[in-house]
DNA sequence: GTCTATAATACGATAGAC
DNA sequence: GTCTATCGTATTATAGAC
């Protein structure tokens, strides 16, 4: 159908629409993906979505499961980047505020990646164990560390910061991946840049005051407190 | 292979066979649905769950929807029942931390019943669009009403009561849904009893403070306080 | 009511023409 | 590199013997 690059092998500069298909059905199987996951998902439905014929998806990426590889591999690397601004140094509450900035940033502009994500959680992370037992664990228990400090100095509530990581994963992520329910219950058809806002500052005062860190006015000025 | 009821029609009192039979195909049914959603499980698999032929579940169900149907219907009765303890003539605090209670008991006890509602959610919802537009929407509405009320009165910090529920939800959830991620993370094959009941405690004493009500020590004396 | 055998279809994957 | 046609299998659902 297309002119560009028929009837050859070579590409144009070099493997330029190969980039092109790949990022274009690895968009289309994110997405297939995250509504059903692997189990539920098809070939047919992500050829569709790509708008490419099935034997296409076989050819980039050999098996269903190898697409799906691909497809949490790149949704990873994104997700393990996010605790970077919790260190020894930062000031305990523009960290913490930071972290749920950025946690929301993601369930607003990838929430198909957190929808994946979630899939793959909820079927018992088969394909994740290393990631949860080695990388995700390891970074946890440094960052617990970093908190565990700053308790310790007394600069924020006597928790558990593992428990911790685990109620802002899930009060940031269900933003993206319960966005249906919220929806419904907001009576909206999709959040507003202002919703989104004031979601995340929702969320970044509920969880500095959870922290005992509600005194001094929690750094980048929220614009929701005027409801 | 049974015995008790066979060859004929008319089971031992009435239906008892029935009804055993039925609840095992559902219990079987939350545990697949739970794990890959609708789209994912298989009929076999169920069957194989349950321990009956195939035909069977077609028999007393019909199609997998109705099936699925069936297992999301007996978890909607579970789930509207949580928020009763917010009623305006309560203590805030034992209103709120009672409600956290209660949804952490249904992560530890229901567990596959919250994957059920986590995938249905996660694929847009379409067997609950009801549910969350109407019985859900006003459970919120009416609840936030209340909360909004103590707020007026200077009872506990000010914040969007709706926010407050996803929150809440995000939180005690992900003790049910991302159970592997927690497990991986806390280096545990499954949560003991007082693991649960530290998580409880973790999470009440920081939904106390997000709500700005820490001083008074919260009720029922959560246990975890010396690590 | 139960369960085996099977019909009808959908799915993952590939061969082979272009 | 692309895409149609197709193979083998797995799936939903049912018929029909017991």
Sequence with gaps: MNNSAASGAAPAPRGRIRRENETRILE?????????????????????????????????????????????????????????MIRPESDPAEAI???????????????????????????????????????????????????????????????DPRHLFFMLWGMTQTYADFAVQIRAVMEVESLSDAAWEEATAEVVAFVLRGCG??????????AGAAR
């Design 213 to 222: 860190m509600s005194t001094s006015a929690a750094s980048a000025a929220p």
């Design 28 to 84: 289309a199987a994110e997405r297939v993906f995250a509504e059903t996951g692997l189990a539920g998902a098809t070939m047919a439905q992500i050829a569709q979505a790509a708008g490419l014929p099935k034997a296409n998806l076989h050819y980039y990426f050999g098996t269903k499961e190898q697409l799906y590889q691909a497809v949490l591999t790149g949704i990873l690397e994104l997700w393990l980047d996010a605790t970077d």
């Design 97 to 159: 505020s930071g972290y749920v900035r950025a946690k929301m940033r993601h369930s607003r502009h990838r929430p198909l990646a957190s929808k994946v994500f979630a899939n793959e959680l909820l079927s018992g992370a088969p394909f994740l164990t290393d990631y949860l037992e080695i990388d995700l664990r390891k970074r946890v228990e440094a960052k617990s560390r970093i908190i565990a400090g700053w308790i310790a100095e007394g600069r924020m509530a006597a928790l």
